[in-house]
């Protein structure tokens, strides 16, 4: 196998493969409760440790698409992907591991009522919090407005070098399905990180399309 064949395999499995698992792992979401003490623990804590790497190579796989491009859109697109993953794994992490193990600690515990006033200082906190009861997360909303402009900006560098319209249409609607839905887990999640890496796939094939 070449070199350039291997190199090819590694460049497809970060663009496509990162962010389609990070799409099938978002299926497998929990909507949370109105009382989190009923949270269904086990594949709480399981999508949100998976989610602790993929949100950072989901958007390494976006930067991966515009690496070759030395433009002012370009570069903005690194920088903004890079606070995605930044500030969307902080929030995720507090708000779902976080959250977890204190609910996992209160079940364990003799007395769980006793950790509900701690459960809800995190859950509820406007910046890294994750209640779906009132404004959102700062954080999270800093991470989905930066994942936005990011695909926005790697679209734009990647017109100016000749690529069509529809995958790059694809890329920039698929980056605001977790603003539209307000949510990482069905059907925010999975359509923006799926439709990310169908957008991916469509304009690595262009590309290899065009240099054969």
Not at 5 to 12: D, K, L, M, P
Not at 39 to 54: F, N, T
Request: without cysteine.
């Amino acid at each position: 196998m070449s070199r350039l064949t291997v190199r090819r395999a590694s460049e497809e499995g970060l663009v496509v493969g990162a962010p389609l698992l990070l799409a099938l792992v978002e299926l497998f979401h929990p909507h949370p409760p109105h009382d989190l003490l009923d949270l269904d623990l086990r594949p709480w804590l399981a999508v949100h440790y998976a989610q602790i790497p993929l949100f950072a190579l989901a958007a390494l796989a976006v930067a991966t698409l515009v690496r070759s491009q030395g433009d002012a859109a370009a570069a903005l697109a690194r920088l903004a992907l890079f606070v995605f993953a930044v500030t969307y794994t902080a929030f995720d992490t507090a708000a779902g591991v976080v959250t977890g193990v204190l609910v996992q600690a209160a079940r364990a515990s003799a007395t769980p009522e006793a950790w509900r006033k701690s459960i809800d200082a995190v859950w509820t906190n406007p910046i890294v919090g994750g209640s779906p009861y009132g404004p959102p997360p700062l954080l999270a909303v800093l991470g989905a407005m930066a994942l936005a402009v990011g695909a926005i900006a790697a679209a734009a560098s990647l017109r100016r070098a000749g690529r069509s319209w529809p995958p790059l249409a694809l890329l920039v609607l698929s980056s605001f399905g977790i603003t539209l839905f307000r949510t990482h887990a069905w059907p925010g999640g999975p359509l923006t990180f799926g439709g990310l890496a169908v957008a991916g796939r469509w304009l690595l094939w262009e590309r290899d399309r065009r240099t054969a």
